[in-house]
């Protein structure tokens, strides 16, 4: 993998873990599910798909989409502080 796919590739995965993350914390009422499910996600392709084999760049990549999970947690949290309801 070049850098610009590894950077594409960052951007991406925070983006896309943001957004999904929001979502589900839009629509459960729970702030920090769409962490516990990322890590599953990961737990999974780490022991069963991969069986140990992520090279740097994989775990680069899955941490960015971690990122994501956390600000869309934070997101959502201030957001309830400042009074704003989601459904």
């Known amino acids: 993998m070049n850098i610009a796919q590894l950077i594409i590739s960052i951007v991406l995965f925070m983006v896309l873990a943001f957004g999904i993350g929001f979502i ?18 990961v737990a999974y392709l780490f022991f ?24 869309s947690g934070v997101v959502i949290r201030s ?9």
Do not use: E, H
């Open 24 to 41: 589900l914390n839009m629509l459960a009422k729970t702030t920090w599910v769409p962490i516990v499910l990322y890590l599953g996600l």
């Open 48 to 71: 069963f798909k991969t069986q140990g084999n992520f090279a740097m760049v994989d775990w680069i990549v899955l941490s960015s989409g971690m990122v994501g999970c956390v600000l």
């Open 79 to 87: 957001l309830r502080q400042k009074g704003f309801r989601m459904f």
